[in-house]
């Protein structure tokens, strides 16, 4: 099979379009068409099929394109063993949570921009346990995902799960309330997130330890609004300590279990030797 056209298969998984994989490969929409139905001939086996005004990989396209992933790496990694000049090139796509687009990825796509030119990072901002969905289906690359020490997330055998940062969380009071312990809240409505299920689960363990069972009222995804809601009385939360809160609002330090949040970069084991994405993750874990 030429690694050519198996390149083109295998972006054209990644884009979903003859035309965006003519543009990343510097070719026409024509070159890649006839090049995708040269492979299938190679094959023997069918690789696109019509999807409206569109064409999507057949079972055995996507089949090939995940074989491609390790082909196309383990041919970029002996090139790259010969000429150690050789720059890293493609798209990445990235699905993460916003803090760690905000605090890891964004200042690595700074960087990446003078180090590697030709690698572009389009981002998609989800919920750890989206972007691990979308990370098995090979719809994203690397997906950038939590967890808490008292709710630790499960990890999949192809999973390769990068450590990158922690960060202290506490409970989220009216100022005035700033003194109480945790056993003084077990009669508040408590505020969880609504696109997650890790702070609910490290709450429910920390108010078990408290000897309560929290009263879960309202899911929200937005820190603002969790911020407005504390402020307005209408219930207690999980937050981050050391983010600037909303005035108001105070997050009460917990000790004896203290809370903190565990940020990942995760790729699917055998895709992090294609060098753009090598390139992003290790940026993203040497900081």
Known sequence: MDVRRLRMLLELSRLGSMHEVAGALGTTTSSV?????????????????????????TPAGRRLADHAVTILAAVEAARLDLDPTAEP????????????????LLPAIDDLRSTHPRIEVRIHEYEPLESLDLLARDDVDLALVYDYDLAPAEWRDDHVVSPLWDLEW???????DRHLALADLADRDWIVNSRHTADEDALRTLASRAGFVPHV????DSLELVDD???????????????ASRRGVSVVRLRDPEVRLRAYAVTRRGRGGWPPLRAVTERLVTG
């Not at 006839?34 to 999507?56: H, K, N, T, W």
């Not at 009222?217 to 929200?220: G, K």
């Not at 209408?234 to 300590?241: D, I, M, S």
Request: glycine share 14%.
């Open 229 to 243: 809601l504390v402020v307005a009385g209408r219930g207690v939360a999980l937050l981050p300590r050391g983010r």
């Open 170 to 176: 506490g409970i989220g009071v009216p100022t005035h």
């Open 217 to 220: 009222v309202h899911r929200i």
């Open 89 to 104: 090139a493609g798209v990445v796509r990235v699905a993460g949570f916003a803090s760690a687009i905000r605090r890891s």
């Open 33 to 57: 068409s006839q090049g995708i139905a040269s492979l299938a001939r190679e094959v023997g086996s069918p690789l696109l099929e019509p999807d409206g005004r569109r064409v999507r990989l």
